[in-house]
């Protein structure tokens, strides 16, 4: 099983890869941390509904068939570090794919939003595309750790 972050955005600024290379290359490989990043839809003159739908498109293809999805949304779950661990364990334990789902500047497309097994809050800030990646590879790397007693995280 593999654990893939459909995100919007190909070209990210370069402490962006840097810093998601850093946290997806500890990945053990049975369990990769695999990055797909969708093109952003160019913005001039569409609306915010059209630039969603159009990006919605392109994570639907990213996403392989019978995963599960997890949204990434300011308003999703709020969770801690152990109850991530602790929802990992869970998400692994059928053996499906697990995609993170992760919108461009206008957010995710709500009808993409809808087909979510369960959404995630990383913070109550609105944080930058860019930088999701970065923080969701960050904090499933951690939950990975607590789950196998890698001394990574420290309570
Ligand atoms: C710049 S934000 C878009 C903000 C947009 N106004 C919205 O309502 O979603 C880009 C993407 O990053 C993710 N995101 C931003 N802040 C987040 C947070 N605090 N927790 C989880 N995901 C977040 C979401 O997937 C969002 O679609």
Known sequence: MRLLIAAVGQKQPAWADLAYEDFA?????????????VKAEPRGG???EQLMAAEAV??????????RRVVLDERGTRMTTTELARRLEFWLGDGRDLVFLVGGPDGLDPALKATADET????DL?????????????ALYR??????GHPYHRE
């Open 126 to 138: 609105t944080l930058p595309h860019a930088f999701v990646r970065v923080f969701l590879a960050e």
């Open 143 to 148: 939950a990975w750790s607590l789950r196998n």
């Open 46 to 48: 569409k609306s915010a």
């Open 25 to 37: 290359k500890r990945f053990p490989a049975e369990l990769p941390l695999l990055l797909k990043a």
């Open 58 to 67: 392109r994570l639907e293809a990213a996403v392989p068939k019978g995963a």
């Open 120 to 123: 995630l809050r990383l913070s």
